[in-house]
Nanobody, 129 residues
């Protein structure tokens, strides 16, 4: 059984940075495409970023492109989301997700919740103005 545990959330002011971590246990992390999603109050969960396990290609939603960066370390079984120049509209619960064994560089595939097999419990990020 794969478990994903997010950490690093918190309260920051607009313009500041945060780095979220997602630690995996169980399974074959090195063969999982990893994604980050977020859900703001009253809104549906949305795709933020993903990193392909095979090509190490990275993908971002338009709303975070240029400000956020996803990275991974297979030896540490960890994926990070570096978030810079945070805005109040980035306030949300951030979720880590894993897609086992399928390598795709299709943005349309990677942005879908149904693509991912495992999910973390989420970590709250609050950005004050």
């Amino acid at each position: 059984q794969v478990q994903l545990v997010e950490s690093g959330g918190g309260l920051v002011q607009a313009g500041e940075s945060l780095r979220l971590s997602c630690a995996a246990s169980g399974g074959s992390f090195s063969t999982y495409t990893m994604g980050w999603f977020r859900q703001a109050p009253g809104k549906v969960r949305e795709f933020v970023a993903a990193i392909n396990w095979k090509t190490i290609s990275t993908f971002y939603s338009d709303s975070v492109k240029g400000r956020f960066a996803i990275s991974r370390d297979n030896a540490k079984k960890t994926v990070w989301l570096q978030m810079n120049s945070l805005k109040p509209e980035d306030t949300a619960v951030y979720y880590c997700a894993a897609d086992r064994g399928y390598s795709s560089d299709s943005y349309d595939w990677l942005k879908k919740e149904a693509t991912y097999d495992y999910w973390g419990q989420g970590t709250q990020v609050t950005v004050s103005s």
